[in-house]
């Protein structure tokens, strides 16, 4: 049902895949828009060991939450900030792309160690995150991203 990678060369494993999506912060998530455009955007994720799915928050309404409503496939692309191997210009770069099913998460629990874990990839200043759950969770509508395909690639640029 999905593509084999075409440059296989360029294929990185998914132990590796895995540690990008755990270390980077955001990405690029993309669904099925209005009238059959694509809608990307940037989105903060949470990459959970545990059952090895995707999490995000934001509002709760939006062209992002229409879209998923009418279709729940999604795609959503990460990449590391790359590195230069000394005396070269050109940037290699890890990215990682995963397609997968997107739904609403219902559980104000669930939804609560969503945006703990959220927030403590950004800061570990404790009474910050407790303002924040207590003044912005119930505006809150997280999302949970079931993958179904994934795919790394390390890609030099020159």
């Known amino acids: 049902m999905f593509r084999k990678m075409r440059r296989f060369s360029q294929q990185i494993s998914e132990e590796k895949c895995i540690e990008i999506l755990k270390n980077e912060p955001r990405g690029v998530l993309s669904v099925l828009g209005d009238d059959g455009y694509p809608y990307g955007i940037v989105l903060d994720h949470w990459y959970c060991e ?7 928050h934001g ?12 279709c ?47 927030c403590r990839k950004f800061t570990d200043d404790e ?18 991203l079931t993958p179904e395909h994934m795919t790394g690639k390390l890609v030099n640029e020159s």
Not at 88 to 105: D, P, Y
């Open 59 to 70: 509002a709760k309404e939006g062209h992002k939450l229409d879209a998923i409503r009418a």
């Open 127 to 144: 009474e910050y995150l407790q303002k924040e759950l207590k003044n912005a969770l119930p505006r809150v509508q997280c999302l949970e």
């Open 50 to 56: 545990e059952d090895g799915k995707l999490y995000f």
């Open 72 to 118: 729940d496939k999604v795609s959503y692309c990460v990449h590391d900030e790359g590195y230069r191997k000394e005396g070269e210009w050109a940037l290699n770069i890890n990215s990682v792309v995963i397609f997968g099913r997107m739904k609403l998460v219902d559980d104000p629990e669930k939804t609560k160690e969503i945006c703990t874990h959220l």
